[in-house]
Nanobody, 116 residues
Framework: QVQLVESGGGSVQAGGSLRLSCVTSGTPFGIVGRGWYRQAPGKERELVAAIRSTTVTSYADSVKGRFTISRDNVKDTLYLQMNMLKPEDTAVYYC??????????WGQGTQVTVFS
């Protein structure tokens, strides 16, 4: 059974940093990309950052220059380094492993709260 487990969320003052981790257990087949999503109260879930083939990355405009996605293939762990956090970054953050057909796996989410 494949599981994605996030950690590293918490409360931080604006301007601070957090590093999220997402560990994969099991053997997910057919994964072509991984990403971090977030969902704020009353809003739709949105893609924050994505990575393919370890080095090909993309970011939402709202986080470019502040967030960095990376992956450790040996540990099968996905990371999201978040710097210069803003109150509008407050959300539940989810990691995802996506297959080529659009199916995939979600983690359970980790809360990030940024206070001013």
């Amino acid at each position: 059974q494949v599981q994605l487990v996030e950690s590293g969320g918490g409360s931080v003052q604006a301007g601070g940093s957090l590093r999220l981790s997402c560990v994969t257990s099991g053997t997910p087949f057919g994964i072509v990309g991984r990403g971090w999503y977030r969902q704020a109260p009353g809003k739709e879930r949105e893609l924050v950052a994505a990575i393919r083939s370890t080095t090909v990355t993309s970011y939402a405009d709202s986080v470019k220059g502040r967030f960095t996605i990376s992956r450790d293939n040996v540990k099968d762990t996905l990371y999201l380094q978040m710097n210069m956090l803003k109150p509008e970054d407050t959300a539940v953050y989810y990691c995802r492993a996506e297959k080529g057909n659009g199916d995939g796996y979600w983690g359970q989410g980790t809360q990030v709260t940024v206070f001013s």
